[in-house]
């Protein structure tokens, strides 16, 4: 499958990269030798660097990826980017993708952490990938057609994240936000808002198997094709964090998608009525 050599490829390429110097402290290398488990954070300051050094101080970062998330204990909301994981089924790669846009062209220039021990930057691997790539990668029909039409957005117009790096909740938070938040916003055959007890936690304690996260930070306004009511919430946030569960059961492939806020100050829903950092997009 093109998919699964593609990431053969960034594999072969991620094992031949020399091992980045740094100036962090011992405790922080030793902890990466041991585990190289990353939140989407830890690196999106070396991807920004990289790709304004490179393209321009005016590239914007219009998505982040996070491939096969890990989603229980300490560690979740991090993808384990060590090499080792992806090397026996390409497909259980964690990664994490940061896509900007390149300025004044319709094209992306793709970004992912170094995942060898100790280091602290990113590689660029903008010529493995187009739209195309990005989409293929993710598994879920749903959550496809979701970012699919984002990135289409995306790169035909000026629409990237404008939440400050400094404001935006790390992917563990929001992670956690769309696991244990109750109430979820979700909305009836009527369009109308309402209160759900489902969410990632509650969906995740269901009976099944091959359990997968898939995480998304996208401009949430005018790149997801969200219906008014959605988007019409107060508190709505410029970006979105998707996170994407999904399971196989006894009755096939099931979906859980929510968008999260992307700051901690931030609250979703109707004053006075109903409010939440999350809501169920998966089901309106």
């Known amino acids: 499958m093109r998919i699964k050599s593609v990431l053969v490829i960034i594999v072969v390429a991620l094992i031949s990269i020399s091992l980045y110097s740094c100036s962090d402290n011992v405790v922080n290398t030793i902890n990466d030798i041991v585990s190289n488990k990353v939140t989407a ?22 998505m982040v990826f996070g ?25 259980s790669l964690g990664a994490w993708l940061y896509i900007f846009k390149k300025p004044g062209t319709d094209t992306l220039a793709v970004y992912t952490p170094n995942p060898l021990p100790g280091a602290r930057d990113c590689i660029e691997l903008t010529s493995l990938f187009s739209t195309n790539t990005i989409v293929n990668l993710i ?28 404001s935006l909740v790390n992917s563990d938070v929001a992670y956690g936000y769309s696991y244990s938040s109750n ?6 055959s009527g369009w109308l808002p309402s209160a759900s007890t489902t969410n990632g936690g509650t969906f995740f304690g269901q009976t099944g198997t091959d359990k ?18 959605i988007s019409n919430l107060t508190g709505f946030p410029q970006d979105l964090w998707i ?40 089901k309106y």
Do not use: C, W
Not at 71 to 91: E, L, M, R
Not at 212 to 229: C, E, H
């Open 212 to 229: 997968t996260v898939n995480m998304f930070l996208v401009p949430g306004l005018g790149t997801l094709n969200l219906p008014a009511y």
């Open 183 to 188: 109430p979820v916003i979700k909305f009836n």
């Open 41 to 62: 954070k830890d690196r999106l300051d070396s991807a920004y660097a990289q790709a304004q050094r490179k393209y321009s101080p005016s590239a914007q970062l219009v």
């Open 243 to 282: 996170v994407n569960y999904k399971l196989n059961s006894g009755s096939g492939t099931q979906n859980f998608i929510a968008g999260t806020v992307v700051e901690s100050t931030q609250m979703m829903g109707i004053t006075g009525l109903l409010t939440s950092r999350v809501i169920n997009i998966s």
């Open 67 to 91: 491939k096969n998330v890990l989603y229980d204990g300490a560690d979740a909301g991090k993808t384990d980017i060590s090499i080792t994981t992806g090397i026996s089924d390409p497909n």
């Open 139 to 166: 598994a879920d029909t749903s959550a496809r057609n979701i970012v699919s039409g984002a990135l289409g957005m995306i790169t035909s117009s000026n629409f990237h994240i404008s939440t400050n790096r400094t």
